[in-house]
């Protein structure tokens, strides 16, 4: 199985900062990854898919990069409905395996 | 628009046998793979497996021998079941698609998620 690990495991920030979370794969998945926004009590939901396309819909302040074993989201700018978990999970091959993690909340 | 309708019981026994089914709402049936994905409380996400409209599945090795999925395509629906639970398998269950038949595993499409507890 690819082991996708996440940092930080939690983040606190302001209304306005920049964030960035970062995944890594144990081995490579070219660009095949997944970002997902959860908040409690609902399912995830798909925010950018082949590492870097926005999913219809989901704010341009949401981008993500990278390709092979390390990638990125970055929320430029924090809005209040951004404070949830956020997971990194790759499609490269089965079974298909997500991050544990890292959940944004209010500083 | 799709809309992923699921449903099942919500608490089981160890040893019972878990089943789930979900129905598919404003899409295609056919030409998509359909998945199942479940959340401990608290914790992170586990995918568990998927069909396809012709009934080619693909499980998560660490499920493989208690998982079965199936579809009923005149209905457009999709079931899972998972056998001889235990307390480790509560959690909270999602029926799941890809964003296209290419996409498949960029889940797009979620189910409410049902809470399945396994209490003696």
């Known amino acids: 199985d690819i082991q996708m690990t996440q940092s930080p495991s939690s983040v606190s920030a302001s209304v306005g900062d920049r964030v960035t979370i970062t995944c890594r794969a144990s081995?490579?998945?070219?660009?095949?990854l997944a970002w997902y926004q959860q908040k409690p009590g609902k399912a995830p939901k798909l925010l950018i898919y082949?590492?870097?396309t926005l999913q219809s819909g989901v704010p341009s302040r949401f981008s993500g990069s990278g390709s092979g074993t390390d990638f990125t989201l970055t929320i430029s700018s924090l809005q209040p409905e951004d404070f949830a978990t956020y997971y990194c999970?790759?499609?490269?091959?089965?079974?298909?395996?997500f991050g544990q993690g890292t959940k944004l909340d209010l500083k | 628009q799709v809309q992923l309708q699921q449903w099942g019981a919500g608490l089981l026994k160890p040893s019972e046998t878990l089943s789930l089914t979900c129905a598919v709402y404003?899409?295609?049936?056919?030409?998509?793979?359909w998945s199942w994905i479940r959340q401990p409380p608290g914790k992170g996400l586990e995918w568990i497996g998927e069909?396809?409209?012709?009934?080619?599945?693909i499980y998560n090795p660490s499920l493989k021998s208690r998982v079965t999925l199936s579809v009923d395509a005149s209905k457009d629906q999709f079931s899972l079941k998972l056998s001889s639970v235990t307390a480790a398998d509560t959690a909270v269950y999602y029926c799941?698609?890809?964003?296209?038949?290419?996409?498949?595993?960029?889940?797009?499409?979620w189910g409410q998620g049902t809470l399945v507890t396994v209490s003696s």
């Open positions: 404003g899409g295609s049936f056919s030409g998509y793979y």
């Open positions: 081995q490579g998945i070219s660009s095949w």
């Open positions: 999970q790759q499609a490269n091959s089965f079974p298909r395996t």
């Open positions: 799941a698609r890809g964003t296209s038949s290419w996409y498949r595993a960029y889940f797009q499409h």
């Open positions: 069909i396809s409209h012709v009934e080619s599945t």
């Open positions: 082949a590492a870097s």
